[in-house]
Every structure is written in C-alpha cells, then in structure tokens.
C-alpha cells in the first residue's frame, strides 16, 4: 500500500507560482512512476505531468508544457510540481499519483495509477 501526501496548494494572482509536493510512504519510492492530474470543477480529471522512476524521463500535457516543471528526490521520497505563470485556468484540485508498474513511459493515463493522494486546492485568481 502506498500512501501520497500532496502539500503547497493555496491561493495566487494570474502570473505567479507555486510548488507542490507530493510525499510518498509504504514502498520504495524509486520503484514508482509518479504523475500529477487535476479535476476543475465541472471538468474531468486530465493530466498534468509525470516522471520516470529514476527523474531521466519526463512528460507534460500541452496546456502546461513550458510552464510547469515535474521533478522527485527519490532520497526524500517526494514528487514536486513547480508551476510558474500560472493562469486562472490552471484553477483545479491537483492529485498526484503513483504507478507501481514497470513501463517503458511513464503513463499519461489515469487508469495506469494504481495509488492516489487527498488533493489539494490550486485557484489562480485573474
């Protein structure tokens, strides 16, 4: 069993940044392939990000490509999400998730993670 734990979510202005974590606990983290996904409201959840095992990897949704940054420290079992130029539409719950799978690439679907975390609240005001 694996346990996620997303932090750093919060409130900010059109133009500005934030950094989610993601700490992972219950199996060795370098044997997970981590992503981020998030749900606005009304929407359905869609992808964001996701790294390889080993951090050399790394995949982006269009929407977010050039802005957000996915990287882990596999000594902290953490996965980070750095979000600059952040833009009202970036508005969402962000969960990240874990595959536990050994796959050539990391997933871009969500139904190839297999361990979730609570969320947390990202609002981007204009």
């Known amino acids: 069993q694996v346990q996620l734990v997303e932090s750093g979510g919060g409130l900010v202005q059109a133009g500005g940044s934030l950094r989610l974590s993601c700490a992972a606990s219950?199996?060795?983290?370098?044997?997970?392939?981590m992503g981020w996904f998030r749900q606005a409201p009304g929407k359905e959840r869609e992808f964001v990000a996701a790294i390889s095992r080993n951090g050399g990897t790394t995949y982006y949704a269009d929407s977010v490509k050039g802005r957000f940054t996915i990287s882990r420290d596999n000594a902290k079992n953490t996965v980070y999400l750095q979000m600059n130029t952040l833009k009202p539409e970036d508005t969402a719950v962000y969960y990240c998730?874990?595959?536990?799978?050994?796959?050539?690439?990391?997933?871009?679907?969500?139904?190839?993670?297999?361990?979730w975390g609570q969320g947390t609240q990202v609002t981007v005001s204009p």
């Open positions: 998730a874990a595959d536990i799978n050994f796959r050539p690439s990391p997933a871009r679907w969500g139904y190839a993670y297999d361990y």
């Open positions: 219950g199996r060795t983290f370098i044997t997970l392939t």
